[in-house]
Every structure is written in C-alpha cells, then in structure tokens.
C-alpha cells in the first residue's frame, strides 16, 4: 500500500528546458511535501518542501506546485542543467508539528539532463 | 559543521554474521532514523528514535534487527544473523524538530549479505 507514488521511474530532458517531475499521494492526512535530491553511492539531500497551507514554493530554480484536490505535488526545474542528473524522492509527513517527524517516501525518479 | 556519519560506509559479510551498523547524527539534533533502501522496496522507514527513546518501530523487519541510541551522538542497527535478503544501502538520518521536520540523511552504509 504505496502512500506516496512517483509512477514515471525516469525522465530525460535536454539542458536548458524544464524538467517536471510528479508525485501523487493518497493519505489525506499528509500535510507536509518534501523533495530529495540523490546522487549516485550519497545520502539523499533535503532540495525544497511545501506546506499544504500553500500552493507554491519556490527556490531559485525549483518550484514545488500542490494540488490538495488531486493529492498531487510537482517539481519544476527550470533551466535544467546536468548536475541535476540524479533521483529525486517525494516525500511526505502527516506532522508539520509536534514530535512525529515520520516522513513516507516515493520510490523516487530518475532524472537524466543531457548537454 | 559536520553532518550525520555513518559507518563503515561498504560491508560484505556471510550469511548468519552479526551486523552492526553506526550512526552519529548532527549535533543538536533529537531525532534519529534508520531506513533501508532497495529496488523493490523504495526507502523505507525501519525505526525512529526521539530523545534517544524508539518512538516508532514498526518498520523494523523481523527480531533479527535491533536499534539502539544509548545517547544523542550514537546509534547502531544490528541484523543477527543476517540474510542475503538484507542486502541493500541502509541510511541513518536526523532532524532537529524545533527546526522543522527535514531530515538530514547520512551517506549510508552498503550491506551485502552472502
């Protein structure tokens, strides 16, 4: 029972477009949105994160979008480069306070940007 | 300022060995996770410590791992005896909660079981 679902495994885009990457959830409970940057034999590393009180975020060139509607979050990466080239978590928690920090993560996209 | 530590980073070893896997979190953090990364499975929580107390082990996959966190600079995650199926990059990560809930990941430690 996958909570957290990122259903496109990879993604390729050229340098200098966008890079849009999905993730969709189904816990309605959730009310915190992360993304995680992982490179190859590394630790994830925090990228950006929303909270449900908004609809959007943005970090340079990452922008997190949320849909509470549809339980869907994105990643827009604009313009790519190719030290993006890496998997990318979606990540949630039902907890934006108190002691539960459990965060649930998708199973992560592969993102290849070519020169 | 350093961030979490993990140690050994690689580690082969036989079926039916004792593993012992180490963590030092950022100072200052309160929170300590343990999570175990496959193909199949995606990252996927183990246990969670608070204030050195396991909050949250329900992830933990059967009596042959344990967790401890005998103080705020140090855990181990333990397989005995380990399996091939508990091959896989196993990560520790922590957060400081009056900072918010993102966590910080270590580089993980690659466990391949034989």
């Known amino acids: 029972d996958q909570q957290v679902k990122q259903n496109s495994p990879s993604l390729s885009v050229q340098e200098g477009r966008i890079s849009i990457l999905n993730c969709d959830y189904t816990?309605?409970?959730?009310?915190?949105f992360l993304w995680y940057k992982k490179y190859p034999a590394e630790g994830p590393t925090f990228l950006i994160s929303i909270s449900s009180i908004k609809d959007k975020n943005e970090d340079g060139r990452f922008t997190v979008f949320l849909n509470k509607s549809a339980k869907h979050l994105s990643l827009h990466i604009v313009p790519s480069q190719p030290g993006d080239s890496a998997v990318y978590f979606c990540a949630a928690s039902g907890s934006s306070g108190g002691s539960n920090y459990k965060l649930t993560f998708g199973k992560g996209t592969l993102l290849t940007v070519n020169p | 300022d350093a961030g979490v530590i993990q140690s050994p980073r690689h580690e082969v070893t036989e079926m039916g060995q004792e593993v012992t896997l180490r963590c030092k979190p950022i100072?200052?953090?309160?929170?300590l996770f343990w999570y175990r990364q496959t193909m199949m499975r995606g990252l996927e929580l183990l246990i969670y410590f608070n204030n050195n107390v396991p909050i949250d082990d329900s992830g933990m996959p059967e009596d042959r791992f344990s967790a401890k966190m005998p103080n705020a600079s140090f855990s181990t995650l333990k397989i005995q005896p380990s399996e091939p199926r508990d091959s896989a990059v196993y990560f520790c990560a922590s957060t400081n909660g009056l900072a918010g809930i993102t966590q910080y990941f270590g580089p993980g430690t690659r466990l391949t079981v034989l």
């Open positions: 816990n309605s409970m959730f009310d915190y």
């Open positions: 100072s200052g953090h309160n929170s």
